[in-house]
DNA sequence: TGTACATCAGTGAACGCGCGTTCACTGATGTAC
DNA sequence: TGTACATCAGTGAACGCGCGTTCACTGATGTAC
């Protein structure tokens, strides 16, 4: 066995029997022998179950950033300063988020793996998340505010959260929806043709009109 | 202690510690000691811990279809064998989700609920719900789809889940968004208050027009 | 070139712990005769 | 009215199990002199 063959063998494993019964569901003993790896190398290599998880996440979230800075340092140099339209941004961000795992040829598993990191409870995950990886975010969110001048800042704010959930919920409970899908209209539905649809609908979220404004605190009775 | 007391109270101290940490996350001994009731009395009325969580669920969606049977047939009666605005529906469906938990004072508590139904493994509580709340769920979507004949049948599917992620997410979240938004914007968000947010962009997404037709399979190399 | 030592990936077995569940039991209340 | 029995909510202690982690150890490889 080649020297770090076992981390990678770990890795490999843990990040789809993660994905498929999250983290507290997926025992030490499960992955190890699934990995045929001895019980003890996990804490050898990694310390911890906790940091295993969070290898886990950083093996994807890594190249991700990276690529997703690079992507957008070329779309402020190709427009020089004037706005980024908001399509171009979206777009942007879904190639990267498409191409990082296509190298890995497991964007299901990625996926599955974001929305476990906002619905498992796991804080040390979102806390690691957040110091790792907060900044891109950060710069992502400053363009798209250039992007939509019309909206007020707390309302752009709840559309981001809103299609973040969108993406992250129908990508992540991807295999469920797609067994109902394929039953009831017999279509093979891949990752790519889920994006294909989502973009008008993301792109007419973020542009629907403003609410109405919220009504008075009730201390009134209705007429 | 009064005959079904020790019931109620394991059921309120459960769904909070569900909806708090999640499933496996919550042990019998946390939540009997924290609802001051016996280790075994969980399983003494209910069985096991399984169906205590099918329990916590069944007194939410109980009234809940009940009451949205109801609200669907004063609707169909309205409008006497015409077709039913999707805004209507939209808003009728919200109506019912906000009224049912408010008697329970929790609506927090029962769209994280819902969330974890999504993302939690537990494979039992999905075939559970499936089965006994999955009708009325059929025929809310078939009345969606007379109020949206310019839909095809799978692009409407995919629509409906995008939304359903939208409000499962952003609800079942509620908490920790709410944090950011209030330090970034300094404004106190009440689920009412996401809910107006919500409505202008499930409907844009719901009208948005039709994504570009797939590409053809890759066979031919890009010219 | 040979020997002593250090380093390091990996191992096998055990540790203590918290888990869901079980079981024999209690004590109060209702029912039959 | 009194007694025997049945029912039922609730209890305390223990069961066996799987968990993450630890630890003393092995054996191969590299390094110093």
New binding site residues.
């Given amino acids: 066995?080649?020297?770090?063959?076992?981390?990678t063998r770990i890795l490999d494993t843990a990040e789809v029997l993660f994905a498929e019964r999250g983290f507290?569901e997926?025992?030490?003993?499960?992955?190890t022998s699934k990995a045929k790896?001895?019980?003890?190398?996990?804490?050898?290599?990694f310390?911890?179950?906790?940091s295993?998880i969070q290898s886990v996440f950083a093996r994807y979230l890594d190249p991700f950033t990276e690529r997703f800075h690079g992507a957008l340092d070329e779309l402020e140099a190709r427009y020089a300063g004037k706005t980024i339209p908001l399509e171009e941004l979206l777009e942007t961000m879904a190639r990267c988020v498409l191409e990082v795992p296509a190298e890995r040829n497991s964007l299901k598993v990625f996926m599955r793996l974001l929305g476990l990191a906002y619905s498992q409870a796991q804080g040390h995950l979102r806390r690691y998340i957040q110091e790792e990886y907060g900044g891109v975010f950060t710069r992502f969110t400053a363009l798209i505010r250039q992007a939509t001048p019309e909206l007020p800042d707390a309302e752009r704010f709840w559309r981001l959260h809103f299609m973040l959930g969108t993406v992250i919920f129908t990508l992540s409970g991807l295999d469920a929806l797609r067994d109902i899908a394929e039953k009831d209209y017999d279509e093979h539905v891949t990752v790519r043709d889920l994006v294909r649809r989502l973009r008008p609908v993301v792109v007419a979220a973020m542009q629907a009109p403003l609410p109405a404004p919220a009504p008075a605190p009730a201390d009134a009775q209705e007429a």
Avoid: E
């Avoid at 997926?26 to 992955?31: F, K, V």
């Avoid at 790896?37 to 290599?45: D, E, K, P, R």
């Fill in positions: 066995m080649a020297q770090n063959d076992t981390v507290a997926t025992s030490l003993r499960t992955i790896v001895n019980l003890a190398a996990v804490n050898y290599h310390g911890s179950k906790k295993l």
